[in-house]
C-alpha cells in the first residue's frame, strides 16, 4: 500500500512538473481529434501552450498534413508528439514574435482529416514614437540628432521613461558654434557633449501646463533649469519655447530656440584655499588690498607659499608698523607676487638647492635638509593643499624680494662718455628693463668706437643700426646670466650668452678676447652684475651673408704697421688687393693680426672668406 502511495504521489508530481514548464500567455488544448480553442488572436511577442489532454497528438505549423503543401506561416514551427493525460501533458510552448496568421494541424494519422487543425491570429504590436523619433522626424534638429548619437544618448532616450526634452534647433546650435568659434565636428567630439545634452532632459513628463513661472526643474545631469513665463512667453533658462508639447509614447519635447549651457562646476582656486584657511585672514586681507584676487582666480596655475597669520604678524611687529599699515603699503603687490610662482610645483616637484622664479621676477631658493623644506628661509609647515588652478603650501614666514639694486648695469652703461651709443641700441632694442632688474648679469659692453667702425663697416649709420630687427639679438649677445668676473674667465671657455649661442674666450699674451673683441676695461662692478668693456661689437653666428660683412672688422681703420681683423673663424682665407686689383697679401688663416708695413699709403680692399661666404670691406693704410 505504501509503495502504491509512492508511485501515485510521483506521477502527480511528474504531471504537475511537466505542465509547470507549459507556462505561457495563452493555452491551446489538444483532444477528441481537436484544438480548443481552434481560433486564437494574440499579441506580438507573446506565446501560447500547448496541452494534449488525450492521445498522442503533435502540434505541426511547417506543412499541411491533408495537401503536402506548406501552410505559408510568417514562421514555420512544431512541436514534436506527446502522450495525452486527463489532468493535461504540455506538448510545448511558442512564442510568436512576427504578426500575421499561422495555421495548424496535428501530423499524427488521420487527425487533420478528422478536424484536427486551427489557427491563430498573432496582431503587430502597437507602434510606439520615443521623444528620440520626434528630433529624428524633425527637419530643424538634424544637429541635435547627430549629437544625441554622438553622445551616446539614443538608447536611453528610447526607454520607457518618461522624459522631457527641451530641444534646441539646428539654428540654435548653429549660433552657439558660431560663438565658440568651433565647428559642428569639433561639437560633436567634445568631452562635454552628453552633459550637455543631459542639462535639456527632464525625468518625468512635464506638458506645457505643467510648468509654472519660477519653477525650478531638475535636469538628467544635476543642476536645475529654471522656468520664466511673461508675457513674450515660456523661457527654460534664457531659452523660449518656440513650439511645445511634442508628445511621444516615452514624454514629451519642447523646442527651445538656444542651447541650454550648464553651469561651470563649482571650482576651488587657491584663493578659495586662503579665505577658508583661519590662520590666513591676514594673507586674505593683503591679497584683496593688492588687488590680486582675479588674477589668483584665473585658470593658472599657479604655486603659492602662504605665511600664516602668525607669520604676517611677526614681520609686522619688526617693521614696527600697524597690519593696515602693512595693507596700504606701495610694494604690498610685490612683497605678494614674491610669494607666487607660475606653474604647479607639489613639495615632491622640489628639490634641495633648486631656484625657482616667482611672479615678481627674482628667485626663490628650495632647501632640503633633515630639518625640513624652506622656502629662502621660511619653512613649509603644511605642503599641497590643492586647488583646481594650482597648489598653496603654508610657511611660517614672510618672504621678502631682495632690495632692487640701486647702481644696476644700465647705470653703468648710461654713465660712461664712451657708451652712448650702447646706451642708446639698449633704449631702443627695449631691454633697459633687463639691465636694470634684480636678475644678476655680465655685459660685454662695446665702445661708441666699436659701435662706429660697425656702422662704417656695414656702411649705414647709426639710426640705420638702432632700427635693426635683429638689434634685440645682437646686444643679447652681448649678455651673460650671472656674474662672470675677469678671473672666472679662462682660455678656451665657451660662455653662454642671453641669446642662446656661446662666447668664446681666448686669452693669451695680448690679452683677453670675447671671440674677437679685447677686454680693454674689466670688473665695471654694478648692484646687479657687471660689465666688461670690449674694442669690437659681438655678432651672433649668421649664414646670411649681409650679417657676414658685418663680423669682419678691422682695427684700427686707417691703420700703419698691423691691422687686425675681427670676426675669423675656422678656416678663414684673407686677401687683400690694391685698386687695381693685385694681390699684396693673401694668408690662410694666419691669426687675427696682419702685418701691413710693406703696404705703401693708400686704400686696399679686404676680402674674407670663411663657410663658403666671402666678405669684402675697405683698409685704408697711412
Known amino acids: 500500500m505504501k509503495h502504491l502511495f509512492s508511485t501515485a504521489l510521483a506521477f502527480v508530481m511528474a504531471s504537475f512538473a511537466g505542465l509547470a514548464q507549459c507556462d505561457a500567455d495563452h493555452v491551446v488544448e489538444a483532444s477528441s481529434f481537436m484544438y480548443a480553442p481552434s481560433m ?39 512541436l514534436g508528439a506527446v502522450s495525452g493525460a486527463p489532468e493535461g501533458e504540455c506538448i ?86 558660431e560663438a565658440l568659434e568651433i565647428t559642428p565636428e569639433e561639437l560633436l567630439a567634445s568631452e562635454d557633449l552628453g552633459a550637455i545634452l543631459q542639462y535639456h532632459v527632464v525625468a518625468g513628463q512635464a506638458l506645457s501646463t505643467d510648468l509654472s513661472d519660477g519653477q525650478m526643474i531638475e535636469t538628467l545631469l544635476g543642476p536645475d533649469v529654471t522656468v520664466t513665463i511673461t508675457m513674450d512667453g515660456v ?35 587657491v584663493v578659495d584655499v586662503i579665505v577658508s584657511s583661519p590662520d590666513h585672514e591676514l594673507l586674505e586681507a593683503a591679497v584683496g588690498a593688492a588687488g590680486l584676487v582675479d588674477a589668483l582666480s584665473a585658470e593658472g596655475p599657479f604655486t603659492v607659499f602662504a605665511p600664516t597669520d602668525a607669520a604676517v604678524t611677526a614681520l609686522v611687529e619688526a617693521l614696527e608698523i600697524t597690519a593696515e599699515e602693512l595693507l596700504a603699503l606701495e610694494n604690498l603687490g610685490d612683497i605678494l607676487k614674491y610669494h607666487v610662482v607660475a606653474g604647479e610645483a607639489m613639495s615632491t616637484d622640489l628639490s634641495d638647492g633648486q631656484m625657482i622664479a616667482t611672479l615678481l621676477g627674482p628667485d626663490v631658493t628650495v632647501t632640503i635638509n633633515e630639518e625640513g623644506v624652506f622656502i629662502n628661509n621660511a619653512q613649509v609647515t603644511m605642503a599641497d593643499i590643492e586647488a583646481d588652478n594650482g597648489v598653496v603650501h603654508v610657511i611660517d614666514a614672510v618672504l621678502l624680494p631682495p632690495a632692487p639694486p ?23 632694442a627695449g631691454l633697459a628693463g633687463a639691465l636694470s632688474g634684480a636678475d644678476t648679469l655680465t655685459v660685454f659692453a662695446p665702445t661708441d668706437a666699436a659701435i662706429t667702425a660697425l656702422v662704417e663697416a656695414l656702411e649705414i649709420t647709426p639710426a640705420d643700426l638702432l632700427a635693426l630687427e635683429t638689434l634685440g639679438d645682437i646686444l643679447k649677445y652681448h649678455v651673460v646670466a650671472g656674474l662672470a668676473m675677469s678671473t672666472d674667465l679662462s682660455d678656451g671657455q665657451m660662455i653662454a650668452t642671453l641669446l642662446g649661442p656661446d662666447v668664446t674666450v681666448t686669452i693669451n699674451e695680448e690679452g683677453v678676447f670675447i671671440n674677437d673683441a679685447q677686454v680693454t676695461v674689466a670688473d665695471i662692478m654694478a648692484d646687479n652684475g657687471v660689465v666688461h668693456v670690449i674694442d669690437a661689437v659681438l655678432l651672433p653666428p649668421t649664414d646670411n651673408v649681409e650679417e657676414a660683412k658685418a663680423r669682419v672688422q678691422l682695427m684700427p681703420n686707417p691703420a700703419t704697421d698691423v691691422v687686425r681683423i675681427g670676426g675669423l673663424q675656422g678656416n678663414a682665407n684673407v686677401v687683400i688687393r690694391d685698386l687695381t686689383g693685385r694681390v699684396v697679401l693673401n694668408n690662410n688663416n694666419a691669426g687675427q693680426l696682419f702685418n701691413i708695413s710693406h703696404l705703401g699709403a693708400g686704400t686696399y680692399v679686404v676680402s674674407v672668406t670663411q663657410e663658403g661666404i666671402t666678405a669684402t670691406t675697405k683698409l685704408v693704410v697711412r
Not at 640701486?406 to 653703468?412: F, K, S
Open 40 to 78: 486564437l488572436t494574440i499579441e506580438q511577442g507573446e506565446s501560447v501552450a500547448f496541452v494534449n489532454l488525450g492521445g498522442t497528438h503533435d502540434v505541426n505549423g511547417d506543412v499541411d498534413s491533408q495537401t503536402g503543401m506548406s501552410f505559408g506561416n510568417p514562421e514555420a514551427f512544431y
Open 235 to 269: 523661457f527654460i533658462n534664457d531659452a523660449q519655447v518656440t513650439a511645445a508639447d511634442l508628445t511621444a509614447d516615452n514624454g514629451v519635447v519642447h523646442v527651445i530656440d538656444a542651447v541650454l549651457l550648464p553651469p561651470a562646476p563649482p571650482t576651488t582656486t
Open 92 to 177: 510545448g510552448t511558442y512564442t510568436f514574435n512576427v504578426p500575421g496568421t499561422y495555421n495548424y494541424d496535428c501530423s499524427i494519422g488521420n487527425h487533420a482529416a478528422q478536424g484536427m487543425v486551427a489557427s491563430i491570429v498573432v496582431n503587430p504590436a502597437p507602434m510606439t514614437t520615443t521623444v528620440v523619433d520626434v528630433i529624428a522626424g524633425s527637419p530643424d534638429h538634424v544637429l541635435l540628432a547627430t549629437a544625441v548619437g554622438a553622445a551616446g544618448l539614443a538608447d536611453a532616450l528610447s526607454a520607457d521613461g518618461p522624459f522631457t526634452v527641451f530641444a534646441p534647433t539646428d539654428a540654435a546650435i548653429t549660433a552657439v558654434v
Open 406 to 428: 640701486t647702481n644696476t648695469i644700465l647705470d653703468v652703461i648710461q654713465n660712461s662718455p664712451e657708451h652712448m651709443l650702447l646706451a642708446a641700441a639698449v633704449d631702443a
